[in-house]
Every structure is written in C-alpha cells, then in structure tokens.
C-alpha cells in the first residue's frame, strides 16, 4: 500500500464528510461527493501500487499509515481537552442564563 496515497485519501474522506456532516446546501453536498470519490480513488490507487511491492516494503508503509493514524488520534484527543478546557466556563455560563431568563431547560 502506497501511505502517501493512503495518507491522502484518508484527509479527503475526512474533509469529504465532515463537509458533508456539517454544512447544508447543494454546493457543499457537491464537494463533499467529489472529495469522498477522490479519496475512493486514492485507496484504489494505493491498494494498486501495494500489488507491486514486495513484503518489507509492504511491512514499512504500515507502520508509516499506523503512525499517522496514531497522529490524528493523539492530536483530535488534545484538541478536544485544550478547547474543552477554555470553553467549558463559558459554555456552562450561557446555559445558566439561558435557564434564568427561562428559555432553555438543560439536563446533562
């Protein structure tokens, strides 16, 4: 397998649906599908190229794909404890005031 093809089809896909997840209108919709048939052809085009290589190099690009993958993770992990920790007061604030003025009733 190709990482650097894997590699790309793998953030399109992501663009590709979180575009699509996030935003409505027909255009972003449009996008969103030419992103996620990219990345259908990037996984193609790596799994083609793989059939080429033989086995060390097969065993090395998985650990550079495992790597990545490990990457993103750690990375969405602390993003989320970063924001999470500079937002929460603020966030459980307008709840409260949503809640005094009688707007919103919030359960967690």
């Known amino acids: 397998m190709c990482p650097i ?3 790309s089809g793998f953030i399109a896909a992501l663009f590709g649906g979180s575009l699509l997840a996030i935003v409505n209108h027909p ?15 990037k996984f193609y085009e790596a799994k083609q190229k793989g059939k080429k290589m033989n086995d060390d190099t097969k065993a090395k690009n998985r650990r550079t794909i495992f790597r ?5 993770i750690v990375g969405s992990i602390a993003s989320i ?3 999470y920790s500079l937002t929460f007061k603020e966030h459980q604030r307008m709840h409260d005031l949503l809640e005094k003025h009688g707007i919103e009733k919030h359960e967690h």
């Not at 255009?27 to 052809?41: D, K, M, P, R, T």
């Open 5 to 7: 093809c894997w590699i």
């Open 27 to 41: 255009i972003s919709w449009i996008l969103s599908v030419v992103l996620i048939l990219y990345a259908g052809f």
């Open 68 to 72: 990545f993958v490990q990457g993103v």
């Open 81 to 83: 404890a970063i924001f």
